[in-house]
């Protein structure tokens, strides 16, 4: 990435990822938020990069971009907020250039065993409307869209020991910060916890996996 390319971002960003790819790359991003709270933190959070960062919506059950427009795309669990693998990946291919790039972060379905109420339980906190996909009929999607994979990656194990240094971290800052200003917040924070828990067991168990795929598109 360079001044002279421009990224399509979707998925889990609250303008963090944009940001760090604009100040280190000087690419200009286009970042997808279908959240609409996280879309006004990604503006905010942006705004000094000027016509370099554009916010734009989009619905995950009827993924559309603008097509054949951006140098590469980065996709950070785009189907955590609804929609279907395919769909999502055949957007992704139509709104890229020939030889762009793409770095996908997904969940899958895992060989492991879960209660059927824990993964429920889970896809809701999530937004997720159906299971994840099979590892193998993920990469058969991305190469149905035209993707040639370069790396597969297996991110589960660097994600479960990130869960429990942040939240180890986060624990520690509400520790020092008082009751005070956790009272409004709390009943989100226990949400967040209880999803980012179950997350860590699945993941753990090996009910679900995490995988990172970097592809170029043939076409």
């Not at 785009?78 to 969940?107: N, Y």
Request: net charge positive.
């Amino acid at each position: 990435m360079s001044p002279a390319t421009t990224l399509l971002l979707v998925g889990r960003d609250a303008g963090g990822a944009a940001g760090t790819i604009i100040s280190r790359r000087g690419a200009w991003v286009a970042a997808y938020q279908h959240d609409p709270f996280l879309a006004g933190r990604m503006a905010l959070r942006l705004r000094p990069f000027g016509r370099r960062a554009l916010v734009l919506p989009w619905e995950p059950d009827q993924p559309a971009f603008r097509p054949r427009y951006h140098h590469h795309a980065l996709a950070l669990e785009p189907l955590a907020g609804g929609g279907a693998f395919d769909s999502t990946i055949e957007a992704l291919a139509k709104a890229l250039k020939p030889d762009a790039q793409l770095v996908l972060l997904e969940i899958v379905r895992g060989g492991g065993s879960a209660s059927r109420p824990i993964l429920d339980r889970w896809l809701a906190l999530e937004g997720r409307a159906v299971s994840p996909p099979d590892r193998g009929a993920a990469e058969g999607a991305l190469q149905a869209a035209g993707f040639h994979i370069r790396v597969a990656e297996n991110a589960a194990p660097r994600q479960c020991a990130a869960v429990i240094e942040n939240w180890t971290r986060l624990i520690r800052e509400l520790r020092a910060a008082g009751a005070g200003p956790l009272r409004s917040g709390a009943a989100g924070l226990i949400e967040e916890a209880e999803l980012w828990l179950l997350r860590h067991r699945l993941l753990s168990s090996g009910a679900i996996g995490l995988c990172r795929w970097h592809a170029t598109l043939r076409r």
